[in-house]
């Protein structure tokens, strides 16, 4: 988490997007690390996850990331979870959760009402990991001057 966190503090101190960060890891390595670029690449899907899915699929010249884990500072919304199951990754640990992004600006939840529960992901796919963290890092962000998307 915390190759995740540090991703989202570059992001964020670029101004290239959310606090948004994700590392992926495969047998105990780092494949690869992004973070949200939406307003660096003015491209509303470049979440951290996405940012970091697409750099770890081309580090391995792949794209199949099975046996691969990611860490991300924020439980992923809709676009980023489908992402993430069609990589294949078998194993999501989040900090923050969609009503902690709510909190800072962002519209996960709406979206996640929008296309339904997360019911049917297969059992522990989905597991808070170091969520103080997180909040912490989510705080620093709530104080930044910075745009809302």
């Known amino acids: 988490m915390q190759a995740a966190i540090k991703e989202a503090k570059a992001g964020i101190k670029n101004q290239d997007g959310g606090p948004f960060g994700a590392c992926i ?3 105990n390595q ?3 690390t992004g973070h ?3 307003l660096k690449n003015h491209d509303s899907t470049c979440h951290g996850e996405i940012d970091a899915i697409r750099k770890a699929e081309n580090n391995l010249q792949t794209h199949d990331l099975t046996g691969c884990e990611i860490y ?3 439980e992923p919304c809709p676009m980023c979870l489908a992402a993430i199951l069609w990589a294949n990754i078998k194993k ?3 900090g923050c959760n969609l009503q902690d992004n709510e909190k800072i600006g962002f ?3 709406k979206f996640e009402k929008l296309m339904g529960d997360r019911s049917h992901l297969p059992p522990n796919f989905l597991e808070e990991h170091d969520r103080n ?3 912490e890092l ?3 962000y709530s104080h930044l001057e910075k745009t809302i998307y």
């Open 30 to 32: 780092i494949i690869a």
């Open 92 to 94: 999501v640990y989040y």
């Open 138 to 140: 989510f705080d620093e």
């Open 36 to 38: 949200n670029c939406v």
């Open 25 to 27: 890891v495969k047998d």
């Open 133 to 135: 963290l997180c909040l």
């Open 72 to 74: 991300t500072t924020s």
């Open 107 to 109: 519209r996960d939840v």
